[in-house]
């Protein structure tokens, strides 16, 4: 159980791995990747299980950007007949759990597994539960991941269900509505699923609440904020959907995003241009600093090779920012799984 397994989206392998290894330094803990490009997955090998543990415990899964999914243990290799004994065995080393989840890597190859994953969970978990290593009542709310490369080798992991992703892969089943205007709409929900605990939805996402678009053409987000009842002005030069404007919730200001400033305090500015990260900094700053709103989910555009550094670089430079400021904000950041070439930033602002 020496090593990690880091889900990402494919492409960004070497980010997944940046960002554990500057987990890892913090902690004073070391290991080297291993990596193919464009898998979508990393394997952090380190020099014992213990190590695996103490960084895992350590970092908090809400904190990891690139990272999608994690799981500490090892790869196994399953003769082509009889899987399960095999697993059964491997399973051994590995405390009781009460749930066991079947991966793949988000590329082809990966999808090409599913068929298998879904005739192998019902038996999986029937020897499971003979065997007595997967029990709803397990005394700590761990999980198995078992993450196939190909149906004779994967890695078997393990998490603390509390701290990981709250959904196989890191990716969230959401439907595409569509009544929405574009398939960016399934950034904002997404969005909101990840920054957002469900149970303050209403206080938070409430009806009557008001929120600023800048860059909402043809409005696949202010559909989002419209279906929460919440009054939008839309800015962008470019049209708005037409139904969407018949809801008589939304008023599109066709104005520059940048120089846009709200009559009254918003509750929600979000904001989907295409910019410069450090210009797309400077707009956070104006709104959370100036209290113009609330709360702000922001998309990050990053067009460049050193990703990670930038946006440890933007996410410092906003901290000092409301730091010399006084203002307290809390920043979050994830690429979702709907984010291509770009990550998601959610800030709070509390006084
Ligand atoms: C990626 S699209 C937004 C898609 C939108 N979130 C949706 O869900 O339909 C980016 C939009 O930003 C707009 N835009 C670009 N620069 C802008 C600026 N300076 N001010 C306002 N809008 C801008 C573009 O016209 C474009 O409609």
């Keep these: 159980m020496n090593s990690l397994l880091l889900q990402c989206r494919p492409g960004f392998e070497g980010e997944a791995a940046s ?34 543990e103490t960084l895992m415990q350590s970092v908090r899964f ?11 243990g090892q790869f196994v290799d399953l003769p082509e007949k009889d899987r399960l004994t ?5 399973f051994r080393a590995y405390p009781r759990v009460s749930q066991v989840w079947l991966e ?9 597994l599913a068929g298998f994953c879904k005739k192998f969970q019902a038996p999986l978990e029937k020897g499971m539960h003979k065997v007595g290593c997967l029990r709803a009542n397990a005394p700590l709310p761990g999980r198995i991941q078992l993450f196939f490369l190909n149906s004779q080798r994967v890695f078997v992991g393990l998490v603390e269900q509390t701290n990981a992703a709250p959904w196989p892969m890191g990716i969230p089943r ?11 709409t399934l950034k904002l929900e997404e969005a909101w699923h990840h920054f957002v605990p469900r149970e303050q939805w209403d ?26 009842h919440m009054r939008v002005t839309a800015v962008d030069n470019g049209p708005m959907d037409k139904a969407l404007m018949d809801s008589g919730l939304v008023d599109h200001q066709r104005a520059d995003g940048y120089v846009f400033e709200p009559r009254k305090p918003v509750d929600w500015m979000v904001c989907d241009i295409v910019e410069r990260p450090a210009r797309t ?18 998309n990050l555009k990053l ?46 602002r509390w006084n």
């Design 19 to 52: 960002e554990i290894q500057a987990h890892a330094e913090r902690l004073g803990l070391s290991g080297f990747a291993r990596t193919q490009a464009s898998q979508g997955w990393v394997q952090w090998q380190m020099n014992d299980a213990a190590a695996c």
């Design 62 to 72: 809400a904190q990891l950007i690139f990272i999608r999914q994690w799981a500490r």
């Design 86 to 90: 095999t697993l059964l065995g491997a």
């Design 104 to 112: 793949v890597p988000d590329t082809n190859d990966g999808k090409a």
């Design 174 to 184: 959401l439907k595409f509505p569509r009544e929405a205007p574009s398939r960016s």
């Design 203 to 228: 206080d938070r996402l409430a009806p009557a609440m008001t929120a600023v678009d800048l860059g909402a053409a043809p409005g696949g987000w202010t559909w989002q904020l419209v279906q929460r």
């Design 281 to 298: 900094a400077w707009l956070i700053e104006q709104w959370l600093g100036h209290g113009w709103c609330r709360e702000a989910i922001v």
């Design 303 to 348: 067009p460049m090779k050193t990703r990670y550094a930038e946006v440890q670089q933007i996410l410092a430079r906003l901290e000092d920012f409301f730091d010399d400021a006084g203002v307290r904000v809390s920043i979050g950041c994830k690429q979702l799984y709907h984010d291509r070439e770009e990550v998601t930033c959610h800030l709070r």
